[in-house]
């Protein structure tokens, strides 16, 4: 299987090349220990690629909802993350802050939830 996924980088990473010879911007980030490869075209940038990553975040949480000691802690971090890279470019409203302040009140209530000596494997 691993190798399986070596094979599958490999043809990838001549694919890439491929097209960067033809003067195609294309990025790809890899985790190979994870057998994970994402690639980014060249208009995405950081904003894109964070709001993305935080997709994968919040269905952990959603996927782990109230069956992991920190899943509403992920979950609430999750949604203010969202809030904020939502309004990168613009001030945050009223209604907004206080969206935050919400989940930063939520976070508060499950730290008492989570004890330092509970690990969960």
């Known amino acids: 299987m691993v190798e399986d996924f070596a094979k599958f980088y490999g043809a990838l ?7 960067e010879q033809k003067n195609v ?8 220990d994870s057998n994970i ?5 060249e208009r995405s940038d950081a904003l894109a690629r964070a709001k993305t990553g935080l997709e994968e975040v919040a269905e952990l949480a959603y996927d782990t909802a109230e069956h992991h000691p920190y899943w509403n802690l992920l979950y ?3 949604q203010i993350i969202k809030v904020v890279l ?3 470019n613009d001030a945050l409203t009223e209604e907004e802050l206080g969206e935050i ?7 508060k209530d499950s730290l008492g939830n989570v004890s330092s000596d509970h690990h969960h494997e």
């Open 25 to 32: 911007l294309i990025k790809m980030s890899s985790d190979l």
């Open 37 to 41: 490869v994402r690639i980014y075209g």
């Open 86 to 88: 939502d309004k990168w």
């Open 76 to 78: 609430n971090g999750s």
């Open 101 to 107: 302040k919400w989940y930063a009140d939520k976070i």
């Open 13 to 19: 990473s001549d694919l890439i090349k491929s097209f």
